[in-house]
């Protein structure tokens, strides 16, 4: 049987002969509706490009990096019943500061910082979409409602790594994410050519040797292997730890220059 919270099969998946519970949320399920504009009682459902365009340049306004779209498919659904079945999905980015503090009190503070500025820009994008007549409902960037990571990547954002955190062309996995779920049924839903990093993370594996508290587990399954994220061990909200993101590649190195290398190794081994 599927894990809908972990994507393993949670009949074999197991760390040191014992089933584990993973997650990759570190929030609460719910977070309360901080939207300043009510939900229109009659939303419309055709947005149209010209719209569009002015709700991505409204949302860089804010400090938005990546805007995307997605369907809400079942495997991103990890609770609860969403209201809406499209997402506008956001991300900013988090300053090298912020991912090279050891962890402790003031990478823990940084890290809220950066979730409470995200969260804040998230409910002002529902707030753009309810005003002009659309209906929206903000997702928090820390809700546990929303497989976040795996709707950017369906947004063609980016892709999903083994460390269970999107990894995008910038600055690698160093980003949060958030979602707006609206009624729009004509959004540009999002395509992109990065499912090669999941090939290229198969052979890295340099964030599951740095996380100093083992929170990252290579286990096998019934479908081959896989990585968990141990939620029980993560301290990444607890205090700040980034270990995964400055350790990898992504992070530290140019994403074009990463694939063109990867993809010539590909041929040349070929």
């Known amino acids: 049987m599927k894990n809908k919270n972990s994507g393993c099969c949670e009949d074999t998946a197991a760390v040191n002969g014992e089933k584990c519970e993973c997650s990759c949320s570190c929030g609460f399920l719910e977070y309360p509706d901080e939207c300043r504009v009510p939900e ?5 459902e055709k947005a149209g ?8 340049e409204y949302a860089r306004s804010l400090g938005i990096r990546n805007i995307g779209y997605a ?5 991103v ?42 969260a804040d820009l998230t409910f002002r994008v529902a707030d753009f979409l309810r005003i002009n007549g659309y209906g929206a409902v903000a997702i928090h960037p820390m809700s546990g409602l929303i497989d976040l990571p795996l709707l950017g990547q369906n947004a063609g954002i980016g892709f999903k790594g ?3 955190l999107l990894i995008s062309p910038g600055k690698g996995p160093a980003q949060k994410i958030s979602a707006v779920l609206t009624g729009i049924s004509d959004l540009p839903y999002g395509s992109g050519d ?13 964030c599951i040797r740095a996380c ?25 909200c607890s205090d700040g730890c980034t270990h995964c993101i400055e350790s ?7 994403y074009e220059n990463i694939r063109s290398a990867f993809k010539r190794a590909g041929k040349t081994q070929g």
């Open 162 to 164: 083994r460390n269970g």
């Open 71 to 75: 369907r809400l498919t079942p495997d």
């Open 248 to 254: 990898c590649p992504f992070y530290r190195k140019n």
């Open 194 to 206: 990065h499912e090669w990093i999941t090939s290229y993370c198969r052979r890295c594996g340099r």
């Open 40 to 44: 229109p009682e009659d939303p419309s």
């Open 77 to 118: 659904i990890l609770a609860g019943e969403p209201p809406y079945r499209n997402a506008v999905v956001l991300t900013v980015d988090m300053a090298d500061d912020a991912v090279l503090t050891p962890p402790g009190r003031k990478a823990r503070e940084m890290n809220d910082r950066l979730y409470g500025k995200l």
């Open 212 to 236: 100093p508290q083992d929170a990252l587990v290579e286990v096998e399954t019934c479908c081959g292997s896989t990585v968990l994220l141990l939620d029980d061990r993560c301290t990444g």
């Open 49 to 56: 490009t010209e719209f569009i365009g002015r709700l991505e």
